[in-house]
C-alpha cells in the first residue's frame, strides 16, 4: 500500500471510501439489473461524495456512477480530488469475470490514476482505489430564466437524475437522461426530472420521454401499481380477483407497451386482469368495463394529440371516466408507491409484452359491441340505408376504420370509401400536422380528395382513437362546409327528439357548459330536459347517470370539441356509433332531396340562430397562461366592458366567484388547478375562457343568438374582435397561432 502513502492516503482513507461506495451502490439496487455500481470520490476538503447506477452493462453503470458523484462535486464546488472509489455489485459473478479491467478502463478514460485493485470472490465484488491528477472541468453554464446556478438547486436535479436512473427499467429513457448528465444539460433534467406529471380526471397525457414529468414506462408502472393499491383498498382481494380491469390500447408509439406493463402490474397484485390482444378504439374499454363487470378500465391512448404524445385514460366500475374524489385518492396512492416492483414473473422487460398468454377478447367484444349498437341506434329499414350514397371515410391515421366499417356494414351500408394514406393505423400521422379532424381543410384536404375523385358528397372523419367524429359536406357551388361540433351537436339534437316516441318530459339532453345553448333552446321548444356540465366528458357521463337514476330517458350528450355520445350504449363519447346515427340522418335527408345544411338552416328557422365562434391560441407556458387569467381578474375588481360590450356578470370557475348568485359563489364545480373564466354579456352574448386540461391551448368559445342571422352574425363578429383584442392579446404575450 505504498502507494497510498505516495498520494497521502491512509488505509483507513481506503476503507472508509470504499465503504461510501459499496453504500452507494446498496442505495441504487434495482432487481432487473445486472450490475449496480457506486462511486465516492474523496475531496482535498476532505469529503466524500458519493454517486450510483444500475445497468444491465458494467461499463455503462460504472461511467454513470462515476459522472453522478462528479457532477454532485462541481455543485458543492470542490476542485480538487484525491481519491476515487468504485464498487460493482454483480447479480451473477460468474457471468462478469473482469469487472476490474473494466474499472481500468473507465478511470483511465477519466483522467484518474493509478489504480489498485482487490476483490472478494464470495461476495462478487470488485473495489478500485485510485488517487488522481486534478480533475479538468468544463465551465457551468446555466440559462439564467431557468434557475439561478445555486449549488443546492444543481444538487437537487443531480439527486433527481440519479434517482432516475436508479430505477428506470427502458434502456431508451435512460440514455436520454446519461445524455443529459454528459452535457450538463440542468434545463431538461430540472424540468423533466423535478416535477412529476399530474394525476387528474383525464388520467395522464403528456409527452413522452425520459422523467417524471412525461409518459414513460416507469411513470406509467407507478401509475398503475398506484391504481393496483387504491382498487385493493376500495374493493379487497377477492372482489378484485373476481371482477378485476380491462386494458386496453391504441396504435401510438409505445401504447402497447405501456398496456402491458400496466397488466402485468395488476396480475402482480393479484387483480384480474382483461387485455386485448391488439388495438381497440377508446370506446371498447369503458364499454367493456360494464359488460364484463369489470372494477375500472384503462385505455393507453393521447387521442388526437400530437404523435409525441401518450396517454393514461382511466374508467370506473360504471363505465364513466373518474372524477373526485378517485382521481385525488389514486394520485396520494401513486405517490405513496413510487418504487418499481419486479416484473419478472410477468413482464418482459426487453420485448416491453406480457410473458403469459393473452385471451383473445376483441373479436367477442366488437360483435357484443356491433349487436347492441344495431339494436339500440338503427331507425331505417336496412333497404334505405343500403340505397344510400357512398360516404368517404378517414381515421386519421388511427384505429377506426375497422370499427366504424363494420357497423356501418351491419345498418345495411355500403362500406365507407376509405382514404387510403390515412386508414392504417400509423403513430407517426405523417399526412397531417395535427391528427385531429376538428383542426379543418389542413385535417382533411386527403378526405376532400377522395370524395371528389369518388363523387362523394359526406365525409365522416373519426379522430385517432375513434372516440370523436367530425362531418363535412359537399355545397352545391361544389365547395366543402366543416360543420363544427356544435352545429354537428345541433343536428344530433334535433333529430333524437324529433324521433322520439316516448314522453319529451322524460327525455333529457346533456352538453357541456362551453357547447351551444341552441340544445337547451331545442329542449325547451319539446319540453325535454337540459343540463349542462363543467367541460370533459367525466362531467357528462357522470351527470347522465344521475339523470338516468332520476327517471329521464336520455337521448344524446355532447361537448363542442366533436365528442358525442348517442344514448347508452358507451359511457363517453363514442365516434362510432356517432358516425352511424349521421350515415343514417343522411340516407334520410338523401332520400328526400335534402342535405345536412338545409336540414341545419331548418333548425335554426323553427328554434333561432344561435351562432357560436370558437377558436384557440397556443400557449406551452402554465404561468403565462395564469398571467393572462390573473390579468383579467385584476385582483378581483372584474371587467365590466369588453370594448363596447356591456358585461352583465362574471363566473370564474377557477376561484368560484359568481357575480349572479346572490351570495357570489359558483353552482358549477371549480377547480383551482383549471383556468375558466365566462363572460355573460347584457345583449345576451356568452364567451367562455379557459385552459385546456390536454393540450397547450388558451381556448375561448363566444356566442350569440337572434331570430335575425344577419344581426347575429354581425355581433359575433365584432365581439370576437374584442375578446382577442381586449382580453387575450395574443402579440403582447406572444401567443402562438394554430398552423393550417
Given at each position: 500500500m505504498e502507494i497510498l502513502k505516495e498520494y497521502g492516503l491512509t488505509h483507513e482513507d481506503a476503507v472508509k471510501l470504499n465503504e461510501y461506495a459499496i453504500k452507494a451502490a446498496d442505495n441504487c439496487y434495482a432487481p432487473y439489473s445486472n450490475f449496480h455500481v457506486g462511486a465516492a470520490i474523496l475531496t482535498d476538503s476532505g469529503k466524500i461524495i458519493t454517486g450510483g447506477n444500475v445497468e444491465n452493462s458494467s461499463y455503462g453503470a460504472t461511467v454513470c456512477a462515476e459522472r453522478s458523484a462528479v457532477f454532485r462535486l462541481k455543485a458543492e464546488g470542490e476542485k480538487e480530488i484525491r481519491a476515487i472509489s468504485i464498487f460493482i455489485r454483480a447479480k451473477d459473478y460468474s457471468l462478469y469475470p473482469t469487472p476490474c479491467g473494466m474499472c481500468r478502463q473507465v478511470l483511465s478514460e477519466f483522467g484518474f490514476f493509478p489504480i489498485i485493485c482487490c476483490k472478494s470472490p464470495t461476495t462478487y465484488i470488485v473495489k478500485t482505489v485510485s488517487s488522481m491528477l486534478p480533475y479538468v472541468f468544463r465551465s457551468l453554464t446555466l440559462p439564467s430564466h431557468i434557475f439561478a446556478p445555486d449549488p443546492k438547486k444543481i444538487i437537487e436535479v443531480i439527486d433527481s437524475a440519479e434517482y432516475?436512473?436508479?430505477?428506470?427499467?427502458?434502456?431508451?429513457?435512460?440514455?436520454e437522461v446519461e445524455t443529459w448528465i454528459a452535457h450538463d444539460d440542468y434545463a431538461s433534467m430540472r424540468k423533466y426530472l423535478c416535477k412529476r406529471i399530474d394525476f387528474g380526471t383525464a388520467g395522464l397525457?403528456?409527452?413522452?420521454?425520459?422523467?417524471?414529468s412525461r409518459m414513460n414506462y416507469m411513470v406509467v408502472q407507478q401509475t398503475s401499481q398506484g391504481l393496483a393499491k387504491y382498487l385493493l383498498d376500495v374493493f379487497g382481494q377477492e372482489e378484485c380477483k373476481k371482477r378485476g380491469i380491462v386494458v386496453g390500447y391504441d396504435g401510438r408509439h409505445n401504447s402497447k407497451g405501456f398496456a402491458h406493463i400496466s397488466a402485468a402490474v395488476f396480475k402482480q397484485h393479484g387483480i384480474r386482469c382483461i387485455l386485448f390482444e391488439d388495438y381497440v378504439a377508446t370506446p371498447m374499454v369503458p364499454y367493456s368495463t360494464i359488460k364484463y363487470n369489470c372494477l375500472a378500465g384503462v385505455m393507453v391512448t393521447a387521442s388526437h394529440n400530437p404523435k409525441q404524445d401518450n396517454g393514461y385514460k382511466l374508467y370506473w366500475g360504471n363505465g364513466a371516466q373518474i372524477i373526485e374524489p378517485h382521481d385525488r385518492n389514486i394520485r396520494d396512492s401513486i405517490n405513496k408507491n413510487l418504487p418499481l416492483l419486479d416484473l419478472g414473473e410477468f413482464y418482459d422487460y426487453i420485448g416491453c409484452v406480457l410473458k403469459s398468454p393473452l385471451e383473445p377478447i376483441r373479436e367477442k367484444t366488437m360483435a357484443l359491441y356491433f349487436e347492441e349498437a344495431v339494436k339500440k341506434i338503427q331507425k331505417n329499414p336496412s333497404e334505405l340505408n343500403a340505397k344510400c350514397k357512398n360516404i368517404v371515410y378517414t381515421a386519421m391515421h388511427g384505429v377506426g376504420y375497422i370499427f366504424?366499417?363494420?357497423l356501418l356494414t351491419k345498418l345495411g351500408f355500403k362500406e365507407p370509401i376509405p382514404v387510403k394514406e390515412q386508414i392504417i393505423p400509423d403513430p407517426e400521422f405523417p399526412t397531417v400536422v395535427y391528427p385531429n379532424p376538428e383542426e379543418g381543410e389542413g385535417a382533411l384536404n386527403l378526405s376532400f380528395k377522395t370524395a371528389n375523385e369518388s363523387g362523394c358528397d359526406l365525409v365522416l372523419a373519426n379522430d385517432p382513437d375513434a372516440d370523436r367524429l367530425a362531418m363535412a359536406e359537399k355545397q352545391k357551388d361544389g365547395k366543402w362546409r366543416i360543420f363544427t361540433g356544435d352545429q354537428t351537436g345541433t343536428i344530433f339534437a334535433y333529430y333524437f327528439i324529433t324521433t322520439y316516441k316516448g314522453d319529451p318530459k322524460k327525455a333529457a339532453m346533456v352538453a357541456s357548459t362551453v357547447s351551444s345553448k341552441m340544445i337547451k333552446g331545442i329542449a325547451k321548444k319539446f319540453g325535454a330536459k337540459f343540463d349542462e356540465t363543467l367541460t370533459g366528458f367525466k362531467w357528462i357521463a357522470n351527470k347522465v347517470l344521475d339523470l338516468e337514476k332520476a327517471g329521464y330517458n336520455v337521448l344524446f350528450s355532447y361537448e363542442e370539441a366533436i365528442g358525442f355520445c348517442v344514448g347508452d350504449i358507451v359511457r363517453d363519447k363514442d365516434g362510432i356509433t356517432a358516425a352511424s346515427c349521421l350515415a343514417e340522418l343522411y340516407a334520410q335527408l338523401t332520400a328526400k332531396g335534402m342535405t345536412f345544411s338545409e336540414y341545419l338552416e331548418a333548425i335554426y328557422k323553427?328554434?333561432?340562430y344561435y351562432l357560436t365562434k370558437n377558436h384557440y391560441f397556443l400557449c406551452y407556458d402554465p404561468e403565462k397562461m395564469k398571467a393572462i387569467f390573473d390579468a383579467i381578474r385584476n385582483n378581483g375588481k372584474y371587467p365590466t366592458m369588453c370594448g363596447d360590450f356591456e358585461i352583465e356578470h362574471i363566473r370564474d370557475l377557477t376561484t368560484g366567484y359568481d357575480s349572479a348568485q346572490t351570495d357570489k359563489k359558483a353552482i358549477l364545480p371549480t377547480?383551482?388547478?383549471?383556468?375558466?373564466?365566462?363572460?355573460?354579456?347584457?345583449?345576451?352574448?356568452?364567451?367562455?375562457?379557459?385552459?385546456?386540461?390536454?393540450?397547450?391551448?388558451?381556448?375561448f368559445y363566444i356566442e350569440h343568438n337572434d331570430a335575425d342571422k344577419q344581426k347575429a352574425t354581425e355581433v359575433l363578429t365584432r365581439l370576437h374582435r374584442a375578446i382577442?383584442?381586449?382580453?387575450?392579446?395574443?402579440?403582447?404575450?406572444?401567443?402562438?397561432f394554430p398552423k393550417a
Open positions: 432516475w436512473l436508479q430505477l428506470d427499467p427502458d434502456q431508451k429513457t435512460r440514455q397525457r403528456g409527452e413522452m420521454g425520459a422523467g417524471f366504424t366499417k363494420a323553427d328554434v333561432g377547480s383551482k388547478s383549471t383556468q375558466m373564466l365566462t363572460f355573460f354579456f347584457k345583449n345576451g352574448a356568452i364567451c367562455t375562457i379557459r385552459g385546456s386540461g390536454t393540450e397547450p391551448k388558451l381556448k382577442v383584442d381586449n382580453f387575450l392579446k395574443p402579440k403582447y404575450y406572444d401567443l402562438g
